[in-house]
């Protein structure tokens, strides 16, 4: 009797810590998906811990799952699409991937606009709220923010001045830096970062505009002999991202599910990510000097003649903003503003 007894008592055990599980699962199940590899600060560093503090703040109510380096599929210039309808629950990406179809946010990707990651994202979400809602209509942003200036990684010939750009093929990373590259006398050649290591390894390119950041987990600094580094307090260019979700996703969240993402959306996150990416290029900076790798800085008297050179591109991006009814003169002033606002 007593075996029958305790054999009934581990079957009721049993079947109450299934109960107990079922009614603990996750009422809400999300898809992250994003184009770099796991070891990558986006993912590492972002992303994942990003996800495991909802899903702590939502007491296991929502279930995370990552699937990082295009996992569910498609290319990183189809990922906005893939959250705008549900392929994905959630993206990070890179808007500029699509030429000419956020032409708002090329503001802070224009040449000499971007300052750190950190003041130039919380300036970036403060411009989303005044004049991009209308731009990201069809998604939820969670999170809008740039990396550190990028820099020039050259396979064979270091740049220090203007002149020396002729005749090279630059990989770039949005529509501005590709023009900005035509009037500095580069031959611009766009694609996604994922494409970057190959194409320099088989000469597609000369170099590359890249954060320090990601040349670490893309193992670039090993592909190249010079870095050169755009001085002063505002870079040549920087890339936009967006960390969005599905907007019927969004909407479908229970109240007090809606507030633990907006509890981790916005300018705080912003400013928090930023930090996050400008300590992020360090690692990739001495891995560079490691490898014993020369470095030039682009400053004084040069650096004035690549800012009058580039000027073009900001001309061009305020006279088509204008053209389409809005302020392009005055956005472009605001951002700037932004950027010095939140710098220190």
């Not at 109960?19 to 560093?45: D, M, R, Y």
């Not at 998604?139 to 090279?168: C, E, S, Y």
Request: proline residues 6%; glycine residues 8%.
């Amino acid at each position: 009797m007593k075996k029958y007894i305790k054999t009934g008592l581990k079957i009721l055990l049993s079947t109450g810590v299934l109960l107990g599980f079922s009614v603990n699962a996750a009422e809400v199940e999300l898809k992250v998906h994003h184009f770099l590899p796991a070891p990558a600060t986006a993912h590492a560093k972002f992303i994942q811990p990003w996800a495991d503090k909802v899903m702590k703040e939502s007491n296991g109510r929502i279930d995370i799952k990552i699937y990082p380096a295009m996992q569910l599929g498609g290319k990183p210039p189809q990922l906005f699409d893939q959250v705008r309808d549900g392929v994905a629950d959630i993206v990070w990406t890179v808007p500029g991937y699509t030429r000419g179809r956020f032409p708002l946010t090329e503001v802070f990707e224009l040449p000499f606009v971007a300052g750190s990651a950190e003041a130039t994202s919380q300036a970036a979400w403060e411009f989303y709220e005044k004049y991009m809602r209308e731009e990201y209509q069809d998604v939820h942003p969670i999170l809008i923010h740039t990396h550190a200036p990028g820099q020039f990684h050259m396979r064979d010939k270091p740049i220090k001045t203007l002149a020396d750009l002729k005749n090279t093929k630059v990989r770039a990373p949005t529509r501005t830096i590709n023009e900005a590259l035509n009037y500095i006398g580069a031959t611009p050649v766009g694609m996604p970062v994922p494409a970057v290591p190959q194409a320099l390894s088989k000469g597609v390119v000369d170099g590359a505009m890249l954060p320090y950041e990601v040349t670490l987990p893309l193992k670039a600094h090993e592909l190249v002999k010079y870095h050169t580094e755009i001085g002063g307090d505002r870079g040549i260019y920087t890339a936009m991202f967006l960390f969005a979700m599905n907007k019927k996703k969004y909407e479908s969240l229970p109240a007090d599910l809606k507030q633990v993402i907006d509890n981790n959306s916005g300018i705080a996150l912003a400013k928090q990510i930023g930090h996050v990416w400008d300590e992020a290029d360090n690692p990739g900076r001495e891995a560079a000097k490691k490898r014993g790798n020369q470095f030039n800085t682009i400053e004084g008297e040069e650096l004035e003649r690549w800012k009058v050179a580039t000027q073009p591109v900001i001309d061009d991006w305020i006279k088509t903003t204008t053209e389409q009814g809005l302020d392009g003169k005055q956005m472009y002033d605001d951002a700037r503003m932004l950027v010095k606002k939140y710098s220190h």
